[in-house]
């Protein structure tokens, strides 16, 4: 059988046979590897058992002594091209696995599941490459390699150099390829003599830097043209200012091609030989030329397993970038920890299990004088201030609504001013300009997501009951407001409360059919924004799920509501009186003042991709980690309402009395 023919094998169970207390103690492992197939054990192998190791680990003799003496099936695991934040040695579980029944593949000496994939795989169906072409770029706009935890403070070095790339000694995948201190060092020399007068960068490997492991070149290999870099630098940025990259075995290498670079190649990785690096030793058995797509297609989607911790699956390699989309975002963002203040005392324990997993949160009256720290403000708080991040909830946001306690599932983080304040510009405002354009895999994405959201009939509160049945006629959704909102105090235009609007769209709609919604927290008497609306409306409707009420209407006016995007998601003609910031894109008909830099024209999918995937953070409610706005989905459908008691009512009337004291920002 191939190595890619393996679809039964999650329902062919395999005893593995293992000698490394690695697989008994590493819990993702082992669940990767049931998932997969087989079943972890102990002993000696029986007929039909397979004996697993860990590469070429020190403790992989172990497993080859017994598989040699038993005839078993010898079964090779490696970590992912993709595995993690940081390295295995913090402790952090992998993304995927290598399981390779020939080989490994940085070992040339036998063919790897991988290079027969390269070698015999047609490598040509459309649908496999276009997805191959759009993780590349994806792994690039994100910034992503093996371990994405660099430092994106850290500059590059000015561009114009030439890479080398050290690893440590010892490793097996040096050794595989013959490598030495001699090799290394002809490598460097071949380096400068290949360049003359171009400065050398040396990469030192990260265990390298961090007093981990040696590698092949100290101080000692320093001198006015050549230097060592030790920082965390993005790779993918290091890869954009150099000239050349020469490497022994590295996945860097593998990075660089992925980069537009054909490396100098020293050794023998499973990169190497297929017309796209310059081989010092090319390998005999690879005689085909692959594209930077199939190579990508091979190792990246075809050859790995996979696994999405929160529904605790095997996946495809898009899930694991939406997994390191929301993982590396969150590390980024909060490694250095947050100072915050305006946050409502029962927001902080959520705040803190949001933001605080790398450090922990200070909570302050106000922004410390000297911060050593980003300084976060719930975003009514922080009106004008400058030089802060704003906090508010998402527009997929729970089960119930914030007025009465519910925690979000969802929360935006803007350091230019804050989605509902058109007075200023927004970090929203520049990703819906960016999404003007967007690539296939944005666009398939964001299409998937419109398609769950309007299927599940999910909005921001997913509060209520089903929609009665409505007159017949052009029916007109009015969504209520809360009329002191922020919202509405900066974003509305001339007509700023409920019964205003009503009149403006009776007004404009004469014959229409005017359907009011009243805001669900002005419904559960927790703000203002009451209206008698009986006179102007035909049908007013009480404690109904708003996504229920679009799919029975033609079109929807409002002031600033989100009512209007999530309409616009559902193909509605939308008008608006105010600006909210699905407004001046070209998507709706805006009577009122909507800022003039909204200038781009994005697709309504532009305007979701922006909206709902890079702009939120989204929380897993289970583990409290960041998570894909999918997985925030999937709960939102599947999770029944938060409870909220007469207790949390109460608190939730009086929540103001226990806030934080804070002046406001000005």
């Known amino acids: ?68 003496n038993r005839a078993a099936p010898l079964v090779r695991i ?23 029944r020939s080989g490994v593949h940085f070992d040339p000496a036998h063919p790897s599941d991988l290079e027969t994939l390269l070698a015999t795989h047609p490598l040509d169906d459309t649908a496999l490459l276009d997805r191959a072409r759009g993780a590349i770029l994806r792994m690039r706009e994100l910034n992503l390699t093996k371990y994405a935890a660099f430092d994106p403070d850290i500059p590059p070095p000015d561009p114009g150099y030439v890479l080398v790339v050290d690893q440590t000694r010892g490793d097996a995948s040096v050794s595989a390829s013959g490598g030495d201190m001699a090799r290394f060092r002809e490598m460097l020399a071949i380096a400068q003599e290949e360049n003359p007068g171009s400065r050398v960068i040396i990469k030192a490997h990260p265990e390298t830097s961090l ?4 590698g092949h070149f100290g101080p000692e290999a320093e001198t006015e043209r050549v230097t060592i870099l030790r920082d965390r630098v993005n790779p993918w940025d290091l890869m954009e200012g150099a000239v050349a990259v020469y490497t022994l075995s590295s996945q860097l290498g593998f990075d660089a091609i992925l980069a537009g670079h054909k490396p100098r190649v020293f050794g023998q990785p499973f990169y190497a030989g297929w017309g796209l690096t310059q081989d010092d030793r090319p390998p005999a058995r690879r005689q085909r030329n692959l594209t930077r797509a199939q190579l990508f297609a091979a190792a990246m989607i075809l050859y790995p397993k996979w696994y999405e911790p929160f529904r605790d699956r095997l996946c495809e ?7 390191l989309e929301a993982q590396t975002r969150a590390w980024r963002e909060d490694r250095l920890g947050w100072t915050a203040s305006g946050m409502r005392l029962w927001k902080r324990r959520h705040m803190q299990r949001c933001f605080g997993s790398w450090r922990k949160l200070r909570f302050t009256a106000s922004r410390p004088p000297n911060p050593d720290r980003p300084h976060m403000v719930w975003a009514s708080r922080a009106r004008a201030a400058e030089g802060v991040t704003r906090i508010e909830d998402g527009f997929l946001r729970s089960r119930g609504l914030g007025a009465e306690l519910v925690p979000p599932l969802s929360l935006v983080t803007d350091d230019l001013g804050i989605y509902y304040d058109p007075t200023r510009p927004s970090r929203l405002e520049d990703w819906i300009a960016a999404r003007e354009t967007l690539r296939p895999d944005q666009e398939a994405r964001a299409r998937r997501l419109v398609k769950r959201l309007v299927s599940e009939g999910l909005s921001k509160y997913n509060t209520g009951g089903p929609c009665p049945p ?120 805006d009577l009122g003042s909507v800022p003039a830099r909204r200038g781009a024209r994005p697709s309504i999918l532009g305007l979701v991709h922006a909206a709902l995937i890079d702009y939120p953070r989204y929380f897993d409610p289970i583990t409290g980690a960041a998570c894909p706005v999918e997985v925030a989905i999937e709960h939102l459908a599947q999770n029944e309402p938060a409870p909220t008691g007469i207790a949390n009512r109460l608190l939730s009337k009086l929540q103001g009395v226990f806030a934080t004291y804070a002046p406001l920002w000005r």
């Open 1 to 68: 059988m191939q190595p890619w023919a393996d679809s039964a094998e999650s329902d062919r169970r395999t005893r593995l046979l293992v000698y490394n207390g690695g697989f008994l103690t590493q819990g993702r492992v082992r669940r990767i590897l049931s998932l997969s197939g087989f079943d972890i054990a102990l002993g000696l192998p029986r007929e039909g058992d397979s004996v697993g190791v860990w590469g070429q680990s020190p403790t992989a003799h172990r497993g080859e002594r017994v598989a040699a």
């Open 470 to 589: 409505l007159p017949e006629g052009h029916r007109i959704l009015v969504p209520g407001q809360v009329e002191d909102d922020a919202s509405i105090q900066l974003g509305a235009g001339s007509v700023r409360t409920n019964i205003d609007l009503l009149n403006a769209v009776r007004a404009a709609n004469p014959e229409a059919i005017l359907i009011y919604k009243p805001h669900p927290d002005v419904e559960a008497g927790l703000r203002d924004g009451q209206a008698d609306a009986n006179d102007v409306a035909d049908v007013v409707l009480h404690d109904v799920d708003p996504a229920q009420v679009l799919a029975h209407v033609h079109e929807v006016w409002t002031m600033t509501s989100l009512l209007g995007f999530e309409a616009l998601l559902r193909g509605l003609k939308v008008t608006t009186l105010g600006a909210p910031f699905y407004a001046g894109w070209g998507l709706t008909t």
């Open 317 to 323: 390699l898009e899930d694991v970038l939406d997994t």
């Open 78 to 100: 490696e970590d992912a091209f993709l595995r993690s934040l940081h390295p295995g040695r913090k402790k952090e579980p992998p993304l995927g696995l290598l399981v390779d």
């Open 211 to 214: 007093g981990h492991r040696p």
